[in-house]
């Protein structure tokens, strides 16, 4: 059974910078798209961006273009989401997600319903 786990999640001032972890295990990940999402709270869940794991292909939100960078280890089974100059708009619980596919369909690869998998969360606050 597919299992995800996120880590790495913490209290950070504005303009500084995260790194999330998360740890696929259960199935290699080759045939995946592995989604990173986030939920302020009080409001909806949304696409943060996502990597199709064979190769390396990846989408981002405008929101977070330019300063958020996903990548992988392969041979660990992990994907991570690397986030600088955060503010405060970031603050939410992050999320990742898996999708079995070898089929992209770009308008949907930054939609929750299009995953199957879910992690548990680790939360982001950005604060002075």
């Known amino acids: 059974q597919l299992q995800l786990v996120e880590s790495g999640g913490g209290l950070v001032q504005p303009g500084g910078s995260l790194r999330l972890s998360c740890t696929v295990s259960g199935f290699p990940l080759n045939n995946y798209v592995i989604g990173w999402f986030r939920q302020p709270l009080g409001k909806e869940r949304e696409g943060v961006g996502c990597v199709q794991i064979r190769g390396g292909r990846t989408w981002y939100s405008e929101s977070v273009k330019g300063r958020f960078t996903i990548s992988g280890d392969n041979a660990a089974n992990t994907v991570y989401l690397q986030m600088n100059n955060l503010n405060a708009e970031d603050t939410a619980e992050y999320y990742c997600?898996?999708?079995?596919?070898?089929?992209?369909?770009?308008?949907?690869?930054?939609?929750?319903?299009?995953?199957?998998?879910w992690g548990q969360g680790t939360q982001v606050t950005v604060s002075s």
């Open positions: 997600a898996a999708r079995h596919t070898s089929v992209i369909i770009p308008s949907r690869v930054l939609d929750p319903i299009w995953y199957d998998t």
